[in-house]
């Protein structure tokens, strides 16, 4: 199965940005549907963003159209989740999943803790 970690994590002020990176490692990355989710404090987790295989298709949840965008490097086994805008309410820790068919995310890292103050 694929293992997957994240990093960049990390405290910035409203309308700053940061770049999350998750890098799998385990099988091979392309064959894997992508995705971050994110989760704060006495939250469900939700989706965030999705890409396919090739990286040519991309999801958004409303709350972050416009503002995140979701990419691939396969030759890197690498998907990133660049954030702009950000918010207080964007605050939570941001998980990367994997899926082998219809985003049906089975594989997930531990997480990276994303911090927006105001």
């Known amino acids: 199965q694929v293992q997957l970690v994240e990093s960049g994590g990390g405290v910035v002020l409203t309308g700053g940005s940061l770049r999350l990176s998750c890098a799998a490692s385990?099988?091979?990355?392309?064959?894997?549907?992508m995705g971050w989710f994110r989760q704060a404090p006495g939250k469900e987790r939700e989706f965030v963003a999705g890409?396919?295989?090739?990286?040519?298709?991309?999801y958004y949840s409303d709350s972050v159209k416009g503002r995140f965008t979701i990419s691939r490097d396969n030759a890197k086994n690498t998907v990133y989740l660049q954030m702009n805008s950000l918010k207080p309410e964007d605050t939570a820790g941001y998980f990367c999943?994997?899926?082998?068919?219809?985003?049906?995310?089975?594989?997930w890292g531990q997480g990276t803790q994303v911090t927006v103050s105001s």
């Open positions: 999943a994997a899926a082998l068919t219809n985003y049906d995310y089975k594989y």
């Open positions: 385990g099988r091979t990355f392309s064959n894997y549907q």
């Open positions: 890409i396919n295989r090739n990286g040519i298709s991309t």
